[in-house]
């Protein structure tokens, strides 16, 4: 079995959640608050069509959805050894996917064929908690996120998240616009819109190539796609990189002219609201409606192996966390079909990309 350092991360996650017996809340800052935690009852996981049961009482049990019966008993002991040692494998993992060969009899024993949950949920896997609030034990589906591996990505870009512009002002011929389209310096992007603007050229926000994108932006509010137009424009002129240094200038320029007299945070709101959509289960391709598939929220596997979470009961910490460690970034522009100067209806056109990706 192979897979690359966040896939590994998820089956660690398994483990290390049965391994601890509770998942504590993280604030804003990635940190653990100590007096907020969730006790574990059980985890619940897909198996090849089959749905497997990991009860944790004195010890471990493994379960068959199905029958109800335990197949298996392993001690906790038995859990915590192998989180650590499975942590240490995928820390000095090499590489795009690897095997880890001391752990594999265990993944054995406890049923564990796979290491990703299937891409077309945010939630990647159900645990059921006590929550000591309310008393209840609510099921609850985790989208996993590891800092132990590269940064991963928020919100994937493909050409649905082509946001497109119309240049005003750009009286030029084709002989200037095909310079434009050749220049190809490492911030190729960002020079090229320096240069259009040079020829005096101003970008008008005109359209999301998806429809179906457009309209989930919209759910969410009426001037979300005008807000993420400003965003990513403003990123690739290079006037900010992470989600909020980029809010916060653009709340100053307030292109949806809010009234902001009496110091409403009509941006740093909307902004948060998306990035929580968007992380439980906005897609840019696929009609949304309204409803979270990682009904739980966020665990975080941190540098050292602990495990976070971040609870959509918590709505502000988890809010927090998103816009704090999250940046634009840039995908590949001949992919996705951005960044040069098109022609459509008698007008200059200019496509730029939505990517969001974890600091």
């Not at 095909?178 to 970008?203: L, M, Q, T, V």
């Not at 965003?231 to 709340?251: D, H, N, P, R, S």
């Not at 540098?303 to 999250?326: A, M, Q, S, V, W």
Request: with cysteine; hydrophobic share 35%.
């Amino acid at each position: 079995m192979r897979g690359n350092k966040g896939e590994w991360s998820e089956v660690y996650t398994l483990i290390k959640l049965l391994a601890d017996g509770k998942l504590f809340a993280g604030d804003g800052n990635m940190q653990k608050i100590p007096n907020i935690f969730y006790p574990i009852i059980k985890v619940l996981r897909s198996e090849d069509s089959r749905f497997i049961e990991y009860r944790r009482n004195d010890n471990i049990q493994i379960v068959d959805g199905v029958t109800g019966k335990v197949s298996t008993s392993l001690s906790i002991d038995d859990f915590v050894k192998n989180a650590a040692l499975l942590l240490k494998e995928i820390k000095i993992g090499k590489g795009g996917a690897f095997g880890v060969s001391s752990i594999e009899h265990f993944m054995k024993n406890i049923k564990c064929k796979t290491l990703k949950a299937k891409s077309s949920k945010k939630s990647d896997i159900t645990i059921v908690v006590h929550d000591l609030n309310t008393g209840q034990t609510p099921t609850l589906g985790f989208s996993i996120k590891s800092m132990l591996g590269g940064d991963s990505t928020l919100f994937n870009s493909s050409r649905a998240t082509n946001f497109i512009y119309e240049i005003d002002e750009f009286h030029v011929g084709g002989d200037v616009i095909a310079h434009i389209n050749c220049i190809s310096s490492r911030s190729k992007i960002r020079d090229r819109i320096h240069e259009i603007e040079k020829k005096g050229g101003k970008f008008k926000f005109v359209g999301i190539e998806s429809k179906t994108f457009k309209l989930n932006l919209e759910l969410i509010d009426s001037c979300m796609p005008e807000i993420l137009a400003q965003i990513v424009l403003m990123y690739f002129k290079g006037e900010g990189t992470t989600l909020e240094e980029v809010t916060k200038k653009i709340a100053i320029l307030n292109p949806c002219n809010f009234d902001i007299s009496e110091g409403h945070s009509f941006y740093d709101h909307k902004v948060k609201r998306f990035l929580v959509d968007i992380a439980l289960g906005l897609a840019s391709s696929k009609k949304w409606d309204g409803k979270y598939d990682a009904t739980g929220g966020y665990i975080v596997v941190k540098e050292d192996g602990d495990l976070i979470c971040y609870h959509i009961i918590r709505l502000n910490d988890f809010e927090d966390y998103l816009i704090k460690n999250t940046r634009l970034d840039t995908p590949s522009s001949s992919r996705h079909g951005f960044g040069t100067i098109y022609r459509k209806s008698s007008k200059e056109l200019f496509n730029l990309n939505l990517q969001i990706r974890f600091n």
